[in-house]
């Protein structure tokens, strides 16, 4: 088992600039998760998704953030355009869905840095 | 929001002592589960002990969950180096966490 995949590890942009990152959950599993994690805020929960179907966004910031999910083995998260604020690791983690708690699998993380 | 508030923020302990880090959370939940993060990796699930369970064990590790005073305690006997992280726990419904701000354990040789 591979484990979540993200890519890439690290981005580095200039402001104003589209980022995509992208990212493989663990075959199976039919939830997928978006984080953000910073000194600040911690980690945050961006989108969720269910069976590749977007059930909880309200966690994405702002109109500038978009996620899609065409399959159950692709995930993307957009940010267009870009701002200083958004430097942050993005984590992708999959799970399988079940009642009584969800262990979730994270992937490494995309390090972001928008100058 | 993060709902569970992990105490102490950080810990600094020597190789074979054992760490104690607590959580406290504000609503009722399913479950509580904690997760390691190491620097520079994403979160790796440790334990998830769920709301009608009192105390669970896995391997170094033993949670216990206080329903009552909203609280969980994550005990790590005869800690390693290999233990230095941070620590989180998260609280949640079927599906969704939230995460508390963690607890850096440093495990000095």
């Known amino acids: 088992d591979a484990g979540v995949i993200q890519s890439p590890r690290h981005e580095v942009t200039e402001m104003g600039q589209e980022v995509t990152l992208r990212c493989k959950p663990i075959?199976?599993?039919?939830?997928l998760f978006w984080y953000r994690q910073t000194m600040m805020r911690g980690l945050e929960l961006l989108i969720y998704?269910?069976?590749?179907?977007?059930?909880?966004d309200s966690g994405m910031p702002e109109d500038r953030f978009s996620a899609k999910m065409p399959n159950a083995s692709f995930s993307t998260l957009k940010i267009q355009p870009s701002e200083p604020r958004d430097s942050a690791v993005y984590f992708c983690?999959?799970?399988?869905?079940?009642?009584?708690?969800?262990?979730?699998?994270f992937g490494p993380g995309t390090r972001l840095t928008v100058t | 929001s993060q709902q569970g508030e992990e105490d102490p923020q950080a810990l600094s302990i020597q190789e074979g002592e054992n760490a104690t880090m607590n959580c406290s959370y504000k609503t009722s939940i399913n479950n509580l589960q904690w997760y390691r993060q190491n620097s520079g990796r994403g979160l790796v699930h440790l334990i998830l002990i769920r709301s009608n369970e009192r105390e669970k064990h896995s391997g170094r590790l033993r949670v216990t969950l206080d329903t009552s005073k909203k609280s969980s305690s994550l005990l790590i006997t005869a800690s390693r180096a290999a233990d230095t992280a941070s620590y989180f726990c998260?609280?949640?419904?079927?599906?969704?966490?939230?995460f508390g701000a963690g607890t850096t354990v440093t495990v000095r040789a």
């Open positions: 983690a999959s799970s399988l869905a079940r009642t009584g708690g969800n262990k979730q699998y």
């Open positions: 998704f269910n069976n590749n179907v977007p059930i909880d």
């Open positions: 998260a609280t949640g419904s079927d599906y969704k966490l939230s």
């Open positions: 075959s199976g599993h039919n939830s």
